[in-house]
């Protein structure tokens, strides 16, 4: 399993006597490594997806109910007989099952119809307090003339919940239940059913309701058993029909087809051979790259999990097609960081980050936890290199500027040049006008490199796999780029003068030595793009003639627009130095007078802290999503298509056991 070329999972092949396809088809499911294709039956198949719908719709209506009881059943050794009419089975054992979910609702309606995001346990653990209630709570708020509810409300929430009540015309009376909840009991007349439903959903509180017959949390826990036996059955039975839905019957033969993992090709010759004995033939062979249809085993790394999340954003990777993963792992926090330049809000995301991975409950935070990891180091690095802590305005961030660039901070945005002038009362248009430049050209530079790189990918697949006219397009995007990319080389080679920038910039192309390699390069990308449609077009001469110059125009297109869209950088980086000096200017000028220009006053800080805090999150999330676009719109698009699908074999529950009853 490669990082950086998706592998087609090899086909298998697995003939065996056609009486012994159910067997066979338990072996497969209980191996764990089969992924069924779709060269099935088609005939059989439409039965058999139809069976598998009904199973999986009955599989969600359990884990819901599982998940409203709120209780972890246990479970033992099970076993499922199966005959071998698959089909009538299936609908028997959905049947039963059915019936006997629908008597567990039954039981449980009374409970699951209160609005709560408690869950049914933890319900029952709450009504429990109420139990010495005779009267029925469910008929006292249905009344026709008057009707009475029954809260129960963390205590900051009582008083809120009383006096809007009392302001819709209904009346609330309070009693303790311990030191942080009390009870609150609302008496209201009908019309007023929908303001009080609106007052409750906009609370804590959790309307009490007993149910009309007694259920305990050893009830639940015996539902929760039951549902969850029920369910894992469900599950053997859509696996074993899963695996029925690739094969084909033959008078004497049944033959299945789909992939097998390198690794799990003894495991499943071991489970074949089990069930079967030596009545099987089994055969494996790699599938031809470039088809989509083949499953592809990609798996990143624990380390990589964030950016395997972001490069199946955009889809996943076909077979033998370049995997973006290591290449967004380096180049997504390098360019976020050179967006969100800040030593100090660098140091938040880390500590945030730290945080969720060590302590969020769920897989997505954690994953999004150790994005922030990563995302903050480059962050904190280039915020040392533009002498900023928590913006340019503190004490940290004057001693780096002056202790360590001696007050020239290497990427120091526009932002800050005009505080270095509020500072020393110099005239800050040279200043600003400096670091624009200078910025600029790091963003558009780092642009250039990227999509001259994805380019080139681009050209390498698409001959790959013989798509010469998209090749040929694509090398003419490639070579574009390329002439953009020795614009910049050729100005950081020569040395630049930021404060006539543009005027360097014009020379590049008009008298400099490199000048006509640069032009050359870009003319014969348009060239490239003309005559690719006519060259490999199926149309006819006017047609692939017309077609040239639309790809022609598109290259320049392409050449323009993805190149300039990476200012985008300085945009980010100039509105999150912005914001944060604009917090300091308001705590300097509005607050303290405008003198010192010294965040050093209690109410000072606390407006300087308060944006801060708001720049880094609000910044952070807008950086991520522009770094995000920069990768899947103007870097993927050029050699990615990601239109592959997952190798996902087909798992057994390992606490059933299915036996077939006959053949």
Not at 145 to 173: F, M, N, Q, W
């Amino acid at each position: 399993m490669g990082l950086l070329i998706a592998r087609a999972s090899p086909q298998a092949t697995i003939v065996v006597p056609r009486s012994y396809a159910l067997e066979a088809a338990r072996a497969l499911a209980e191996s764990g490594f089969f992924h069924p294709s779709e060269a099935g039956d088609e005939s059989i198949r439409g039965i058999l997806r139809r069976a598998r719908g009904e199973v999986e719709l009955l599989i969600q209506r359990i884990r819901s109910l599982l998940d409203k009881i709120g209780i972890e059943g246990e479970v033992e050794k099970l076993y499922l007989q199966i005959s071998s009419n698959i089909s009538a089975a299936s609908s028997s054992i959905v049947a039963t099952t059915s019936r006997f979910v629908e008597e567990i609702e039954n039981r449980i309606a009374s409970l699951i119809e209160v609005k709560t995001d408690k869950s049914l346990a933890e319900y029952i653990d709450l009504v429990s307090a109420y139990s010495f209630i005779e009267a029925d709570l469910g008929f006292l708020r249905s009344a026709k003339y008057l009707r009475v509810l029954v809260l129960h409300t963390p205590r900051e929430d009582a008083d809120k919940i009383s006096r809007e009540v009392s302001h819709a015309g209904g009346l609330t009376r309070v009693f303790d239940v311990d030191e942080e909840t009390v009870s609150l009991i609302v008496l209201y007349t009908p019309d007023l059913e929908e303001t009080i439903e609106r007052i409750i959903s906009a609370s804590k509180a959790t309307p009490i309701i007993l149910p009309k017959t007694k259920i305990t949390k050893d009830d639940l826990g015996k539902f929760s058993s039951e549902l969850k036996e029920a369910l894992l059955k469900l599950e053997a039975l859509s696996s074993l029909i899963h695996v029925l839905e690739s094969v084909k019957f033959t008078r004497n033969l049944a033959i299945f087809t789909g992939y097998i993992a390198d690794e799990g090709y003894d495991v499943v010759e071991k489970k074949l051979k089990e069930a079967l004995g030596n009545y099987y033939v089994i055969s494996s062979a790699r599938g031809s790259s470039g088809l989509a249809k083949i499953p592809v085993e990609f798996r990143a790394p624990r380390l990589l999990k964030p950016f395997e999340e972001l490069v199946k954003m955009y889809g996943f990777p076909s077979p033998g097609e370049f995997i973006p993963l290591l290449l967004m792992a380096i180049t997504f926090p390098i360019i976020f960081g050179l967006m969100f330049p800040d030593l100090g809000h660098g140091l938040l995301l880390l500590i945030g980050g730290i945080y969720l991975s060590k302590k969020a409950k769920s897989e997505g935070w954690r994953t999004i936890g150790s994005l922030l990891i990563y995302i903050s180091i480059p962050a904190m690095f280039f915020g040392f290199l533009a002498s900023e802590f928590f913006g340019p305005a503190t004490p940290v961030a004057g001693w780096i500027e002056h202790e360590v660039w001696h007050g020239h901070p290497l990427y120091s945005s526009p932002v800050h040049a005009i505080y270095t002038a509020m500072k020393t009362g110099e005239t800050e248009a040279g200043l600003v006008r400096i670091a624009t430049f200078k910025v600029i050209h790091i963003s558009l530079f780092i642009g250039a490199a990227l999509l001259t790189m994805a380019s080139y990918i681009g050209v390498i697949r698409t001959f790959k796999f013989r798509e010469y006219e998209q090749g040929l397009h694509m090398l003419g995007v490639a070579s574009a780029f390329t002439g953009v990319l020795l614009i910049f080389l050729y100005l950081s080679y020569t040395g630049i003068d930021y404060a006539n920038y543009m005027d360097q910039f014009i020379s590049v192309l008009g008298s400099s030595s490199i000048s006509n390699v640069i032009i050359g390069l870009i003319v014969m990308g348009l060239v490239f793009g003309l005559l690719a449609p006519i060259l490999f077009g199926h149309e006819s001469i006017g047609q692939r003639i017309m077609l040239g110059a639309v790809e022609a125009f598109d290259v320049f297109l392409v050449l323009l627009g993805n190149t300039l869209s990476f200012v985008r950088i300085m945009g980010l980086m100039l509105a999150h130095s912005g914001l944060v000096f604009g917090f300091y200017v308001i705590a300097v000028q509005a607050i303290g007078g405008g003198k010192p220009l010294v965040v050093d006053t209690i109410p000072e800080i606390a407006v300087y802290a308060f944006g801060n805090l708001f720049v880094a999150v609000f910044e952070a999330m807008v950086a991520s999503i522009h770094t995000l676009r920069l990768h899947l719109y103007e870097m993927f698009t050029k050699f990615y298509l990601g239109g592959g699908i997952p190798y996902t074999p087909v798992k057994m529950p390992p606490l059933v056991t299915l036996k077939i009853r006959s053949r």
